[in-house]
């Protein structure tokens, strides 16, 4: 079962690295450089595309290109793949 918090969430599954992401697979942010705090989940890979859906405080749930966001991308720590 995944646990509720992205820190918690990132303990789980098996680490891969975040270029080599999937469809289901989640990737894990940082605000700090060094903790978990914001999870996404990859909704589709393409050549040039990482669509991941997450939530945020100030837009609800957004669907981004993560490989158009420097925002995000800048802030990537680890990913993880659900192991079931």
């Not at 991941?52 to 995000?72: F, K, P």
């Amino acid at each position: 079962m995944l646990q509720g918090s992205s820190s918690e969430q990132a303990k789980q599954g098996k680490k891969i690295k975040w270029q080599e992401v999937e469809t289901g697979d989640l990737i894990f942010f940082t605000h700090n450089r060094k903790t978990v705090g914001h999870v996404a989940l990859v909704l589709e890979r393409k050549d040039k595309d990482i669509l991941m859906i997450h939530a945020t405080t100030s837009r609800g749930v957004v669907v981004e290109n993560l490989l158009e966001s420097d925002y995000w991308r800048s802030r990537i720590l680890s990913a993880s793949r659900l192991i079931l």
